[in-house]
């Protein structure tokens, strides 16, 4: 599947977006952040593209403008989202495109998404202490803030975080909408 937005197109990721992904995956304020180590060649990049971003309802965010990805978003099943009619929405973007409305961008669409094509009910979504750029994203998206959490396990990086959990609902988003 293919999304479009004004500025974007969020289509599947592919092997041969291993170049670009490095590019922003390497830098240390990108994924440590989120969760995750920085990518430490073209090869990692291209192993976490194979295991990890080539799967159902994950997309790269291209640029129309230059056609290639910038970033990552996606809808994923885990800890959070349990039910079958809830998905928790994860997303990075590279540093040079920060600041720029284009997640944003991107959630929304794919909130669009998730909530008429998929039927769900509800999206998740999360942040670590301190993640005050995914935190601003989620307000301006209309999550709601569920919970406060001391002890997050963050096993990619072998650390326990403080954490942020927040929703939106099929209900408040269609609400959002009207306005």
């Known amino acids: 599947m293919i999304i479009e937005t004004k500025r974007l ?3 599947p990721w592919e092997e041969a977006d291993a170049e670009e992904c490095f590019r922003y995956a390497k830098n240390p304020l990108v994924g440590p952040v989120a969760g995750w ?7 990692n990049s291209r192993q976490v593209i194979r295991e990890v971003l ?6 790269a965010i ?12 996606g809808l994923h099943s885990n800890d959070l989202a ?13 540093v ?19 909530f008429e094509d998929l039927a769900l009910a509800r999206v998740w979504c999360a942040y670590y202490e301190g993640n005050e750029k995914s935190k601003r994203v989620q307000e301006k998206l209309g999550f709601q803030h569920q919970w406060a959490s001391d002890h997050v396990p963050v096993p990619q990086l072998g650390e326990i975080r403080k954490g942020q959990v927040q929703l ?8 959002s909408r009207a306005l």
Not at 37 to 43: A, D, I
Not at 168 to 175: I, N, Q, Y
């Open 37 to 43: 180590p920085v990518h430490t060649s073209v090869e």
């Open 54 to 59: 080539m799967v159902p309802e994950t997309y």
């Open 168 to 175: 939106l609902t099929r209900e408040e988003w269609m609400k």
């Open 62 to 73: 291209v640029l129309k403008e230059s056609g290639l990805p910038i970033g990552s978003i």
């Open 82 to 94: 349990q039910k079958a009619d809830e998905l928790e929405l994860g997303y990075w973007l590279g």
């Open 96 to 114: 040079p495109y920060w600041g720029q409305g284009l997640v944003p961008e991107a959630a929304e669409a794919l909130l669009r998404h998730a």
């Open 9 to 11: 197109i969020l289509r």
